[in-house]
């Protein structure tokens, strides 16, 4: 089975400045999909960014990329210019192109703080 | 708005009643996905369905049932319930139940159980 875990409970980086959530999976799988979902405080899960394992290239979305290092099975998300709005726990997640394995996988999350 | 539609939004009840919980897919969704969260825990996967058929289990109670019907919304059926079954609860989709297209999950607004 997958898992995966986020070995920062909480971070806090300082507005307009740059933080590293990390991230890393276990599994015996070459292909799937990793995703980064934001929980603010509202508690509404939304997808941050995803990135599929066949691609070499880092995603990116506007002030949000990965770091993905698939050999080493880790799946950093990196936050430029940092906003007060981004305030909020941040879970990794994998998911299996498996069809009989559809589901997702979480980590525990990751609490980010931002000081203004 | 991510187009998956949960209701209710809160609910209040007393231990050892039985609560149902429904989800609407996003238009064209075929597969839905049921998850628990705990105050201030991770998600924990508790079942999925793909087109009627139930697809995976995780960590379901066997207190807790589910089902998706034709029209393809879902219902969580929470029985004879506790103290700890107080969470929040999630209703996701995704187009497929897994490979390369479809892939991501959108996830609802979550229903907000207490038990007391």
């Known amino acids: 089975a997958q898992t995966v875990t986020q070995s920062q409970p909480e971070m806090s980086v300082q507005e307009a400045e740059t933080v590293t959530l990390s991230c890393t999976y276990d599994t015996s799988e070459s292909d799937y999909y990793l995703f980064w979902y934001k929980q603010p405080p509202s508690r509404q899960m939304i997808l941050v960014i995803r990135q599929e394992a066949y691609k070499q290239q880092n995603a990116t979305e506007n002030r949000f990329s990965v770091n993905f290092q698939k050999a080493a099975k880790s799946f950093s998300l990196k936050i430029s210019d940092s906003q007060l709005g981004d305030a909020a726990m941040y879970f990794c997640?994998?998911?299996?192109?498996?069809?009989?394995?559809?589901?997702?996988?979480f980590g525990d999350g990751t609490t980010l703080t931002v000081k203004p | 708005d991510s187009g998956v539609t949960q209701t209710p939004k809160h609910l209040i009840t007393a231990t050892g009643q039985r609560v149902t919980l429904r989800c609407s897919p996003r238009?064209?969704?075929?597969?839905v996905y049921w998850y628990q969260q705990s105050l201030d825990q991770g998600l924990q996967f508790l079942i999925q369905?793909?087109?009627?058929?139930?697809?995976a289990k995780g960590n379901i109670l066997e207190r807790f049932s589910a089902q998706q019907f034709p029209d393809l919304h879902s219902e969580l059926n929470l029985s004879s319930l506790e103290l700890g079954d107080s969470a929040l609860y999630f209703c996701?989709?995704?187009?497929?139940?897994?490979?390369?297209?479809?892939?991501?999950?959108?996830f609802g607004e979550g229903s907000w159980l207490t038990v007391v």
């Open positions: 996701a989709s995704s187009e497929r139940p897994g490979g390369f297209s479809g892939n991501t999950i959108y």
């Open positions: 238009s064209g969704d075929l597969s």
């Open positions: 369905y793909y087109n009627g058929e139930e697809r």
């Open positions: 997640a994998y998911r299996s192109l498996n069809t009989n394995a559809g589901k997702s996988t």
